[in-house]
Structures are given as structure tokens and as C-alpha cells.
């Protein structure tokens, strides 16, 4: 069995080790525009900060690596066709452009950086993050800037302007909605994100767009804003999202649905042993039972799984996805899971919520620090949502949460499960139950 | 209506309180043998090792707090008949002898720690640890003290003897079993334990019972163990566990299981208007569907809930348990929940095991620190137990762990959930997933 897989991020590279996992013989060849493969997008803020000292680290494997387990990786190399019918795949690299068979095409193809449409966005010094090469370009211009503007205040924005900051710049994070995370936070708690940035000295412009950019020499120096306003700015970073890659797809033919490639519960395309995973599909949200983008590398991970039983003939179905996530800047950790109530209101869901702030030790216990918590359920009481701030222990319970939203349960269930205590690391009665104790008297 | 609730700990306080909060117009009476309430028996050892600075601390609530939401709280104060036909409760204390009515009777008695039968036990620098009056004592024995043996490798001992060792005292663990924490632990995750008290300099003499102890004055000096070795103690701890507090319920006529008080899913006895919870009662194992007994605070304040409901004529069902704990050594955090492998086998269930080590965080990110897990399934692959030591992050992934326990998960289930990732805090494959797909192979 020959297997293509274009893309080498992580849906691309863990496909291909999950494929080889389950069949020895497969032929598996991944080809990418990318120099490396298998680096740790998300680490790339924490190069840039110093907390990771050389963007070499995140490099998990190179592919010698995957030679060693028969997997060929071509890197540098574009796909230029695919051909579905006669089951081909034309790529281009130094060596000249060369077409090869497939038995299953695996298209990991992600997605490109979205480039907001403004005056000077070709100045030097404005950069996109999509990859280590863009990273190490960052960390060079860096070095001789003395401040920066970024735009964008979704995770990957917040993380590389906090990294900027720590890097002794002048930093402005820029984001054309009136708060912070918009897509997993609600307004009250992306407040106190918002307060911990300002207070690390980030200067945080809220619901104005950048309208232009002005240079010197070819190279940015000023941003200006919708209201008029203009910030000093050697570096502009572009974090305004990414769009999928679907010319490849759109070639083989593939049915696209409003953001992506349509795969069903396999990861099976709409073609005929043409399949496709990560940041170029659709997936189904848990709680609207709809389609959405998971923009995840974790999403991407877990239907690599799927997809490599499917292609090696096992059976597995992915599961809608609740889009968990968790980040850490400077000292806060916050994440989130599910819908915000914002969200919910908008797809007409009335949301019943409620906001405790609780402690993260036993309040007698040294470096207690407080955790707020927001919990988001439908009118039956089932819980929908959940957003968690504090400088520890956030992320287990945002995984503590994703399973009892998984699990269908209501504020009143989660409120009598066990938690375990110990003044050092929780509250006798735990700051989850805490919170939807709270919720459930809503409902009486 | 009257209620009277005989014990001041965690089971009889938190149901006062939560009686008050249903039921504005109660007559509450507590009446209780020891001089402080509402304290943390949990922290004694945190007090004890200088972590918390003053006994005074860990007390939350003192008897005129409860005196201004209307609960009457007699402290140092004997009950010493209960007549569940005339409804009475007699008690003693320094203004002499009361007999009182009442319409609700809750046993909330607790449980006398156990006297291992050795000879010298009742030897001047012997403690056992109650409640804070015992552990002023101990606190200041330690000040002239330069060794201590610590009996009993329960949490309590294990925590108590690290807290002796910070004090700059020469420590021993003594346990009669073959390993340390042998509720909680299979001996495989013990013996990571025993390796880090080693480290830290703690004595572990394990599968040697002490024999006797040898004073000087009156005050005690050595222990002398099974194979015949002798230590120098200038105090000895018993840690060895407590027995339930039987006397008053078998008094007042109520069925006693095997170990403690039987009370249904609404904390009611055999007998009409009388309730219990905490220490004295059994409760239901999830796993087991049978009889255990749950020394955890975090059940007592639990099982509150409920009796406060069911008193008030409210409805509400206590749950079976899986005796989820957690617990911080020094750096070392480590907590389980639900069957050892070994009490799986005591109880005809092949256990199916994994142990796996992981990372708290990314592999290239500064201090990940490695993480032990083992996950116990049965022969189904339902998850029936779970043990996880590390430095960090553990408590949380118990309590994830006791929810995918509670609803039934098997490791194939559980190893599909979404887990949230960022380099700073966890790995791209939670810890906890890696370990269920590795005992989830043993299925294939």
C-alpha cells in the first residue's frame, strides 16, 4: 500500500507514525514546503521569551529519524497537482518536478496565516508565525527593535507578545474585538487576562484595528489605528488567525463545506481513498452538533489515530471535539473548554452561568492564590462550558471538566463526584465543586 | 425541631452549617469533647513541620462564629447516654450533668486511634494525633527531642515523620507490612515513594512491627523491633489508624456492620431520628458494590450534604466512594483512587495493570519532571484504579481520573477524550492518556 501524505505538521507527521505502528510494510511518503517537520508549533513563543533556549530543542524528530522506520519524508518540496482519478500527486523541489502513485492520499495541508488587508503589510519587519523559519526570523529582528506591535489576541498573540515583552521590548497587543480570546473566553474573564497583561506593562488596544502601517527604508515604523492613534513600532506580528489550505483538495475534488474539507466520522473524504485531517477540516462540535474548526494540534493528533485505523482497515470513529485548551503566560495559566456563553447566546442557547473566584490551596496554606472560575450550563442544568484562570493547577481541571462535559453531566451530578484534598494542593471542598455548587442554585 | 449532633470534626460542623443554611428556624445543638471545631485535622503535619506558622491558623471557625448564625456549639463536653426512645441525649461537663431532648439525632463520634497492644506505650514522649491539642504536644516534645520513630506508614505517619525530619530530628517509618501506604498503593508505587523518604533521610524499616518501647524517668527512649534491632526514640508517634467511635450508636440501638454504624444512601440508621456520618460509618465501594470504611474528610463533608437534606426532608442520595486522596510530601505529590491491584485480587477481580513514566511538561521544556502512572483495569478494561506520583500536577489528574472511574469509562474510552496541552504545563498526549492507550494494548 503506497500512502501520500501531504503536509508535515502534526496531523501529517503522526499520521504517518500511526500508519506505520499498524502496518510494518506500508509504503508512506510525506512531502512538505516546510524545512522541518515534527517541531512543536506551540513552543515557538517560548523560544522567543528565552524559556527555551534554541529553537533546535522543539525539533522532536528530523526525517532521518523517520528513514530510520522506513517513513520517506521530502521536505522543500510543493505539491503542485493532485490527480484523483488517476491517483497521482505532482510535487516540485530542487531536483525538478516528479509525479508518483497512491493508494491513499492523506491531505494534512493546515492552514496559511491570515494577512489582514492593510497599507504596508509588505514593509519589512511584519511577520507571520507559521513555522521555526519564521520563529528564528523574529528572534533576529528582535534583537535590534525596540518595540513591537502585535495584532491578534488569540492564543498564539497573547503568548508572542508576553514572549516580546519578556525580551525587554515595548509591546502593544492589538485586537480588533473589544476583548481578549474572543473564542474561548467570555468578556468578564478575558477582563482579568487583560488586567495581568497591563500590569506586566502590555499596552492592550482593544476594538480598534490597525488601519495602516508606515515605514522608513523599507521597514515598518509606525502602526496606525482606527481611531486615529499611532504607536512606535520596529516589529509588527500578524496573529490574525489562519485559513485552511484547500487548493489541493478543491483538485481532488474534495466537497468543501463553509470553512474546510468535509471528512465523516473516518476521516474519509468525499473521494475515494482520498483522506484529510487537522487544520484543513471540519470538525463536529460536541455541544451544537455542528460543524466547526478546531485549530488544535491535539485535535490533529487524536484524528491522526482514526485516520491510520481507517487506512490500515481497522475500525475507529472520531469523536466531536469541545475544542479544550490551556496556555500560560508569565505567571497565569487560563484556559478553557466547550462554549463560552457569548458563543452559546449567539447559536440560541440561553446559557445559565455563574463565577466563583475560589483558592488554589487551603486558604491557612502558603502561596494560596486565587482561581476563578466560570461555568457555563444549558437551561437543563448540563454543563456546556468552563473557563478557569489562576497561576496553577488549571490545565487538570480543564481536562476534569472536558470529560464531565463529554459525559453529558449536569452541574447538580459533577457537584457530588469525588474530588481529593490536601491543604498543599486544593480545597477541602474542591474550587470546581465550589463553582457548580453555585451554578446549581439557579436552577431551585 | 431540635437537632442535636453529637462530634465537632468534619462530618458533625459542616452538617450544622448546611442544616442552617436548608433550615433558617433548626435549633442546633453540637456538642463535643474537644476544645476546637471546624479546624483541618488534614494540616496538623503542615503546623507541625513550620510549613503553616501557628496552630491558630488552621482553625476556621470558633464557637461564637457558629453562636452568630444561631448553632450552639458545647465544647469539652462528654456525651455519655443517648435513650432513642425518649429522644435524649444526657452530657457532661464542667458545669456537671444535662439531659436534653432532641428530634434529630446525628452521630458524628468519629474514631479513637488505634493503641497498637506493646509494652511501654504509655511511656512520657508517646503520641498519638487527635486533634490540635495532641499536636501542641508533639510540637513542643520536638523541640528537646533529637529522634523519632513514627509508627504506622498511613498518610498521616508518612506526613508526620517528614515533618519531624524538617524539623531537624533523626527520623524512622516503621510499618508492619511489607510496604508503605498499602491502602492506597500497589507496592511497585510505594516503593517510589520509600525511595524519595530514603533520599530525604528517613528510616523506612518495613514488615518489622514494634515490639516495645524502653524509656528512662518515665519518658521514653528506644523501640525495639521483631528482628531484634533497636532505635533510639526520644518520641514515638502511633500512626496506626483509628477505630470507629461505636459506643453512643450501640447505646441508642442502631445496627453496626462489620466495622462501623450502617446507614443507607440517605445517612439514616436502623433506628428512627437517628443519623450518622463520618469516621463511625460504613459506605459503599463503587467497585466493590460492598462495605468499606472511608477515613476521608473530604467523604464526612460530603455525606453533610446529604443528611442536612435528608433531615430537612429534602431529597438526596449519597453515592458509593472510591476514596480518592492526594497528598504532598516534601516535593514529592502523590494520590490514587479506587482499587489497589492488590486489593483488586483480594476481591476476585483480575486486575489488568500499566505503569508508564511520563513528563509534567513538554520534553524540551525547563523542569518537566518525570510522572509515574499506573492505571488498573479489570478484565473488561473498565478503569478501576489509578496510582500517580510526581512532583507536580497530580491531585487534579486523580480527580479526572475518579470521574472517568465514576462513569464507568474503560481505558479504551478514556484514551479518545480530548485532554488540553500547552508546552508550559502537559504533554501533547496527556500523561494520563498515554497510560490508558498502554494498558488498553493488553486488550489487543
Known sequence: MKVVIVG???????????????DKDAEITVITR??????????????????????????????????????DVLIKSEVTAVDSSKKTVTYENADGEKTIDYDKLVLATGGNPFVPPMEGVDLEGVFQIRNIEDGRKVQQWAKTSKSAVVTGAGLIGIEIVFALKELGLNVTLSEMMPQIVPRSLDSDMADILTGYLKMENIHVMLGEPIT????????????????????????????????????????????????????????????????????????????????????????????????????????????????????????LEFGAVGLTSSFAQQNNIKPIVEKVEALTRARYYPNAKPMDIKIICDCNGRIIGCQIIAEERVAERIDTMTLAITQGLSCFELSNVEFAYAPPVSMVTDPLVLAVEEVSKKFN
Chains 1, 2 share one sequence.
Not at 528565552?50 to 532521518?64: A, L, R, V, W
Open 8 to 22: 508535515g505538521g502534526a496531523g501529517g507527521m503522526s499520521t504517518a507514525s500511526n500508519i506505520r505502528r499498524l
Open 34 to 71: 516546510d524545512e522541518n517537520v515534527a517541531y512543536s508549533p506551540c513552543a515557538i513563543p517560548y523560544v522567543l521569551s528565552g524559556k527555551i533556549s534554541s529553537f533546535d530543542d522543539i525539533i522532536m524528530k528530523t526525517p532521518e529519524d523517520y528513514k530510520e522506520v522506513n517513513i
Open 212 to 331: 495602516k502601517l508606515e515605514g522608513e527604508d523599507g521597514k515598518v515604523k509606525k502602526a496606525y489605528f482606527g481611531d486615529g492613534s499611532c504607536i512606535d513600532a520596529d516589529m509588527v506580528i500578524l496573529a490574525t488567525g489562519v485559513r485552511p489550505e484547500l487548493e489541493l483538495a478543491k483538485m481532488a475534488g474534495c466537497d468543501i463545506g463553509r470553512w474546510a474539507i468535509l471528512v465523516n466520522e473516518k476521516m474519509e473524504t468525499s473521494v475515494e481513498d482520498v483522506y484529510a485531517l487537522g487544520d484543513c477540516v471540519e470538525s463536529q462540535d460536541l455541544i451544537l452538533q455542528a460543524n466547526t474548526i478546531s485549530h488544535l494540534g491535539t485535535t490533529a493528533v487524536r484524528e491522526s489515530k482514526t485516520l491510520a485505523r481507517t487506512i490500515t482497515g481497522k475500525k475507529s470513529n472520531f469523536n466531536p471535539v469541545l475544542n479544550a485548551m490551556v496556555s500560560k503566560v508569565g505567571k
